[in-house]
């Protein structure tokens, strides 16, 4: 009888110990989706708006509304989300049906600069930020008075190689 107590006490300890590692797994998963996001509609956004005279030169020169509106579409896209406000500085996102996140808010800034050979590039300045929901009903429970946020800061560099 006594190792039968034992038994389910050692499966309740180890319930206990498995849940935040398990949250945490969920976690990193959850940021690298939203990092791979972010880099592939980048990608695709700067396909889609660099000037075509311009790369001859080897010269990036990108239309700023043009790869914003990419950018939105794709990101919307891939996550499956409904862009709610695509403003030039801050875009923001949600989900369409109660999905795994609540809502999502990136800052897109792009500045032009020049590389060592003279050439010039554009480098844009992504900061993504959303609030992350617990999977785990112990976690819940626990963080139910805090918010925790996830935060993705990334620069993409936007340049013409021959």
């Known amino acids: 009888m006594k190792s039968a107590v034992y038994a389910i006490f050692a499966a309740f300890v180890t319930i206990a110990f498995l849940q935040p590692l398990i949250e945490t797994a969920n976690l990193l998963t959850e940021k690298v989706r939203l990092d791979s996001a972010l880099l592939n509609s980048c990608r695709a956004a700067r396909y889609n708006s660099l000037v075509d005279e311009r790369m001859r030169d080897l010269n990036a020169e990108i239309e700023e509304d043009i790869f914003k509106e990419y950018f939105a579409e794709a990101f919307s896209q891939t996550l499956k989300l409904n862009i709610l406000s695509p403003e030039s500085g801050k875009?923001?996102?949600?989900?369409?049906?109660?999905?795994?996140?609540?809502?999502?808010?990136?800052?897109?800034?792009?500045?032009p600069s020049e590389d060592f050979g003279g050439r010039s590039v554009a480098v844009a300045e992504l900061d993504l930020s959303t609030p992350y929901v617990f999977q785990t009903a112990l976690l819940r429970r626990v963080a139910s008075g805090s918010a925790y946020q996830i935060n993705e800061r990334r620069l993409f560099k936007i340049q013409v190689v021959n």
């Not at 999502?104 to 792009?110: E, F, G, H, P, R």
């Open 91 to 111: 875009m923001a996102f949600s989900s369409s049906h109660g999905g795994r996140y609540e809502k999502i808010t990136v800052a897109l800034s792009i500045s």
